[in-house]
């Protein structure tokens, strides 16, 4: 079953969808911004690091949706290696699928 989570982005109201839903995602996604509808859906199966950086990279493309591919997965890696630098990726949470 899809999880749909309210979320925020420039004071936006948006919503995070975890879903498996390919008529969303396309059939090879791990994820997508939906301008639109102010959707960010995630691959419901992703877990740990591999959600939480799907989860980072989305809402990157919604809050600077001019920003080119490459600058979103360089934001989204710094990011993840800082959070992993801080040991906030080890927690038993992030290896639960949502
Ligand atoms: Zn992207």
């Known amino acids: ?4 989570i309210p979320c925020e982005i420039r ?10 839903d390919n008529r969303i995602l396309g059939p090879s996604n791990l994820g997508r911004c939906i301008y639109d509808s102010q959707v ?4 419901k199966r992703l ?5 939480i950086g ?3 990279h989305e809402w990157l493309h919604g809050f600077f949706p001019d920003a080119r591919e490459e600058v979103i997965l ?3 890696s710094e990011l993840l ?3 992993d630098s801080l040991g906030m990726l080890a927690d ?7």
């Open 1 to 4: 079953m899809d999880k749909a």
């Open 11 to 20: 004071g936006s109201k948006w919503t995070c969808l975890f879903t498996s």
């Open 40 to 43: 960010i859906a995630i691959r």
């Open 47 to 51: 877990t740990g690091t591999d959600a």
């Open 54 to 56: 799907t989860t980072i």
């Open 74 to 76: 360089q934001a989204e």
């Open 81 to 83: 290696s800082l959070l």
């Open 92 to 98: 038993e949470w992030a290896s639960d699928e949502i």
